[in-house]
C-alpha cells in the first residue's frame, strides 16, 4: 500500500506530551519524516530519519517507529506547536513519495 | 541564507498550460535532489514529482496521469514544472522542495528546505 494513515485532530493540554501517528505498511521499510505547517506558512522538517531534528527545532519533538506506525512526540507542548503535522515516507517500490492526511494539533 | 522562491503561477482556464520556476540561491544547488509539492485549498500535502542532482531520475505521483513534467537547469540553479491539461483539481499552491542530503540505501531521509509556494488557479 502507498498510503499514510494520520488521526484528523489532536489535542493535548499545555505543557503535556501528545503523540501523533501515522501508520502505513511502507513504514516497515522506510523512515517517516514529519513536518508542521501553521496557517499561511511554508511546512518545517520537524524530525527526519530515525530520530533526528534539524538545526532549530527544539528538542521537545521527538520521532519513533515500530512496525507500521511512525510517531511524532511532542514532550511538554507549547503554545506555538499548535499547527498541522503531516508525515512523508515512500511508496512501497521507493521510488515515490506519500504524505499522510495530516493532524490539526490543538493546544488548549 | 538558503533560499527557493516560485514563480509562474497565476489563473489558467481548464485544458490550458502553465510553466512554473523556482530559483535556488545559498546553497550548491547542482548537488540536491529537488520536488514539487502542492497543496489544495482547505487540504493537505501532496508529494507531486521528484528529480534527482543530475536529472537521471525523475518521479510522478501516480495521479498525474502524464500531464506534468519536471526539469532542472543546474547552470541556472532553476526548477521547473511543466503543467498542461490542467484541470480545475490541479487548483492549489505548487511549493518547491529541496531534499535533505543525507541518505539511507541511497534515499533522502526528507524534505528540508521549502520556498513559500505559488498559487496556481484552474478556473473557467
Known amino acids: 500500500s502507498s498510503e499514510l494513515t494520520q488521526d484528523p485532530a489532536v489535542s493535548v493540554a499545555l505543557g503535556q506530551t501528545v503523540r501523533i501517528t501515522c501508520q502505513g505498511d511502507?513504514?516497515?521499510?522506510?523512515?517517516a519524516s514529519w513536518y508542521q505547517q501553521k496557517p499561511g506558512q511554508a511546512p518545517v522538517l520537524v524530525i527526519y530519519?530515525?530520530?533526528n531534528r534539524p538545526s532549530g527545532i527544539p528538542d521537545r519533538f521527538s520521532g519513533s517507529s515500530s512496525g507500521n506506525t511512525a510517531s511524532l512526540t511532542i514532550s511538554g507542548a507549547q503554545a506555538e506547536d499548535e499547527a498541522d503535522y503531516y508525515c512523508?515516507?515512500?511508496?512501497?517500490?521507493?521510488?515515490?513519495?506519500?504524505f499522510g492526511g495530516g493532524t490539526k494539533l490543538a493546544v488548549l | 541564507e538558503v533560499q527557493l522562491v516560485e514563480s509562474g503561477g497565476g489563473l489558467v482556464k481548464p485544458g490550458g498550460s502553465l510553466r512554473l520556476s523556482c530559483a535556488a540561491s545559498?546553497?550548491?544547488?547542482?548537488?540536491?535532489?529537488m520536488n514539487w509539492v502542492r497543496q489544495a485549498p482547505g487540504k493537505g500535502l501532496e508529494w507531486v514529482s521528484s528529480?534527482?542532482?543530475?536529472?537521471?531520475?525523475?518521479f510522478y505521483a501516480d495521479s498525474l496521469k502524464g500531464r506534468f513534467t519536471i526539469s532542472r537547469d543546474n547552470t541556472k540553479n532553476s526548477l521547473y514544472l511543466q503543467m498542461s491539461s490542467l484541470r480545475v483539481e490541479d487548483t492549489a499552491a505548487y511549493f518547491c522542495v529541496r531534499d535533505i542530503n543525507i541518505l539511507v540505501r541511497g534515499i533522502s531521509l526528507g524534505m528540508d528546505v521549502w520556498g513559500q509556494g505559488t498559487t496556481v488557479t484552474v478556473s473557467s
Open positions: 512523508n515516507s515512500r511508496d512501497s517500490g521507493g521510488s515515490r513519495r506519500v
Open positions: 545559498g546553497f550548491t544547488f547542482s548537488s540536491y535532489n
Open positions: 511502507s513504514l516497515r521499510t522506510y523512515y
Open positions: 528529480i534527482d542532482s543530475r536529472s537521471d531520475y525523475i
Open positions: 530519519g530515525k530520530n
